[in-house]
């Protein structure tokens, strides 16, 4: 009788891990993060004088260009970008590499 609880015991345990949530993890490099978000900020910066529905248009085709450069889509970068967020240690070095890529003008 004490074996079969045994058994039921660790049949039960592994359902419960078996049930277990499984966390998604990132499928980019924290590097190719980095790179995307200094090419995009770079983007950003080449329509700072503009205003307005041009402004608007225009931030949408870099960021479409830098995107199709990266060959990410912008649905892949924002997923992976949600996988991170919880992570801020993660997330500030991702984005201090993105800074000194900017910096250094390496890509």
């Known amino acids: 009788m004490k074996r079969l ?3 039921g015991f660790w049949l039960s345990f592994a359902l419960f891990l078996s049930c277990k949530e499984k966390t998604e993890q990132p499928a ?8 995307i978000m200094a090419d995009l900020f770079v983007a950003e910066a080449a329509t700072n004088g503009l205003t307005g529905y041009t ?3 225009l931030m949408q ?9 990266h060959k990410v889509t912008k649905e892949a970068y924002e997923k ?3 996988l991170r967020i919880h992570d801020l240690k993660r997330m500030e070095a991702i ?10 003008g390496k890509k």
């Open 61 to 69: 085709v870099y960021f479409k260009q830098v995107l199709e450069m």
């Open 5 to 7: 609880s045994v058994i």
């Open 55 to 57: 402004k608007d248009s």
């Open 95 to 104: 984005v201090k590499d993105a800074e000194a890529l900017l910096e250094t």
């Open 28 to 35: 980019l490099p924290d590097e190719q993060i980095s790179k």
């Open 80 to 82: 992976e970008l949600r």
